[in-house]
């Protein structure tokens, strides 16, 4: 099994938001935040071609960037999960994760700090964050076995600038 996990695209400025009297979990991608998310998700397709699920965390923040990226893979459906949210514990996407064959390839698509935690507890299998995401920016995790912590293999850490540059021949 193949885990894309992907960091939001940037957001408006949390403390400008923050005077509008919404909760931060209203709070939007910016518009150069979308047409780079746009450019990253092309780069996104041409290194991972094919995904079989596309999964996000509810914040609007998180739903935006996800609709690019479905689009990017043709208009894919996306399912909200509440395990990617900022505040919930890595292992509790652990169940959602192994009810995908190991042959498949899903994405993630949440916020830090808590993707760096999930990410390095599935390498570690220690709730540890030693990875830091730039928004925008993905990693792909591979597992041989049903996923837990500590049986992920890093592939590949992309930035988001050079994510754009691969889309850019797209």
Request: hydrophobic share 40%; aromatic share 6%.
């Amino acid at each position: 099994m193949k885990l894309l996990v992907i960091r939001h695209g940037v957001a408006e400025d949390r403390d400008s938001f923050a005077a509008s009297g919404q909760p931060d979990s209203m709070r939007p991608l910016t518009d150069e935040g979308r047409k780079r998310m746009r450019g990253a998700a092309r780069g996104l397709k041409r290194v991972m071609p094919k995904l079989t699920m596309l999964a996000s965390s509810r914040l609007v923040r998180a739903a935006q960037t996800a609709e690019i990226v479905s689009k990017a893979y043709g208009g894919m459906e996306v399912v909200t999960l509440e395990e990617l949210s900022p505040e919930r514990r890595p292992d509790e996407l652990l169940g959602w994760l192994r009810s995908h064959q190991l042959g498949d390839t899903v994405a993630v698509i949440g916020h830090e700090p808590h993707l760096g935690f999930l990410i390095g507890w599935l390498l570690t299998g220690r709730n540890d964050s030693f990875v830091e995401m730039k928004k925008g920016g993905a990693v792909l995790l591979e597992f041989d076995d049903p996923p837990s912590g500590g049986n992920a293999v890093l592939s590949w850490s992309i930035a988001p600038r050079q994510l754009r540059w691969l889309g850019e021949g797209a």
